[in-house]
């Protein structure tokens, strides 16, 4: 994902000199896969599975459809959050919903650090759902990993309260911030049907959807 305003006091200023490439799509160094010498130590990864699964290009009626609850977390619910955060990392994005893989279930892993000096964190919510959104909003260049290289200015809540259960069924509840809380309200927005160009007007979703619609046909024909 992209950020280019209303940044806010809460992102870290080593977020500053990667706002022009942390995206949902492209390939910026910081991508544990392209550079494992870079800003993100692959060994500090715990989500490894040698599993990536293909991502959804839009349109696709997948992305439009709302996803059912997960009713309990088995080993093949853990699979997939580990599949997800591997495809996640691999793409490279900081946020994948379950949809966008083609499982529809109430699914959403996240990374957004990109501090060097901290931990990575990876986090898998399930049936996740948004408790508290504050009236304050912020506006960020937004991109998605199932509509490559498109991107647009949204605005959102700046911070928001969501509640999701964890792979050990534990029950979790955090207020999120800054670019936290963009991605969780992306990512969230998929396991309802939408995408961050329904924000936008009608023409240029038609834009950005024909556009779509000419490169899955450029991969079909390539064989991609």
């Known amino acids: 994902m992209g950020l280019s305003k209303d940044i806010g006091a809460h992102l870290f200023a080593g977020l500053a000199g990667l706002l022009a490439t942390v995206r949902w799509g492209g390939k910026p160094r910081d991508c544990p896969r392209h550079n494992p010498a870079g800003l993100r130590d692959p060994g500090r990864l715990h989500y490894i599975t040698g599993m990536i699964r293909p991502i959804l290009i839009?349109?696709?009626?997948?992305?439009?459809?709302?996803?059912?609850?997960?009713?309990?977390?088995?080993?093949?619910?853990?699979?997939?959050?580990?599949?997800?955060?591997e495809t996640m990392y691999d793409a490279?994005?900081?946020?994948?919903?379950?949809?966008?893989?083609?499982?529809?279930?109430?699914?959403?892993?996240?990374?957004?650090?990109?501090?060097p000096a901290l931990p990575a964190r990876p986090i898998v919510l399930v049936n996740p759902e948004v408790l508290w959104r504050s009236e304050e909003l912020s506006t960020y260049e937004e991109g998605c990993?199932?509509?490559?290289?498109?991107?647009?200015?949204?605005?959102?809540?700046?911070?928001?309260?969501?509640?999701?259960?964890?792979?050990?069924?534990?029950?979790?509840?955090?207020?999120f911030a800054g670019l936290w809380a963009t991605c969780v309200q992306h990512e969230i927005d998929h396991l309802d049907g939408k995408l961050f160009i329904d924000?936008?007007?009608?023409?240029?979703?038609?834009?950005?959807?024909?556009?779509?619609?000419k490169l899955k046909r450029e991969r079909a024909r390539l064989g991609a």
């Open 58 to 85: 839009h349109p696709d009626p997948r992305l439009k459809k709302v996803c059912d609850p997960v009713v309990e977390i088995t080993d093949e619910v853990r699979r997939l959050a580990d599949e997800m955060l």
């Open 92 to 115: 490279p994005g900081i946020g994948l919903a379950a949809p966008q893989v083609g499982v529809m279930r109430r699914v959403v892993v996240m990374d957004c650090v990109k501090d």
């Open 145 to 175: 990993l199932s509509i490559p290289e498109q991107y647009a200015e949204i605005s959102r809540p700046a911070e928001v309260r969501v509640r999701w259960t964890a792979l050990d069924g534990s029950p979790q509840d955090e207020q």
């Open 199 to 213: 924000y936008l007007g009608p023409l240029k979703r038609q834009m950005i959807t024909r556009k779509m619609e």
